[in-house]
Nanobody, 113 residues
């Protein structure tokens, strides 16, 4: 059974940084694409960044150059380093796996302008 638990959200001023972490259990990283999604109030959930089983990364255009996704296979964690945060980054951030498709409970990120 897959379990994903996010941590690291909070309140930060625009231009600041946060690091989100996802503790994953029951996930085989070598065959899984792990992702970070976000959902702002009144908006659809969107992909922020993903990392494949081989380590290839993909980012939404809106976060390229500011966010970095990484994983630690022995520790079974997937992190999202967020720099130069903007007000529009405010959302609930979710960790996900695709095999099987699973979601964490989400962590709130609030950026004050």
């Amino acid at each position: 059974q897959v379990q994903l638990v996010e941590s690291g959200g909070g309140l930060v001023q625009a231009g600041g940084s946060l690091r989100l972490s996802c503790a994953a259990s029951g996930v085989i990283f070598s065959i899984n694409t792990m992702g970070w999604y976000r959902q702002a109030p009144g908006k659809q959930r969107e992909l922020v960044a993903s990392i494949t089983g081989s380590g290839a990364t993909n980012y939404a255009d809106s976060v390229k150059g500011r966010f970095t996704i990484s994983r630690d296979v022995p520790k079974e964690t997937v992190d999202l380093q967020m720099n130069n945060l903007k007000f529009e980054d405010t959302a609930v951030y979710y960790c996900s796996s695709n095999l099987p498709r699973s979601w964490g409970q989400g962590t709130q990120v609030t950026v004050s302008s």
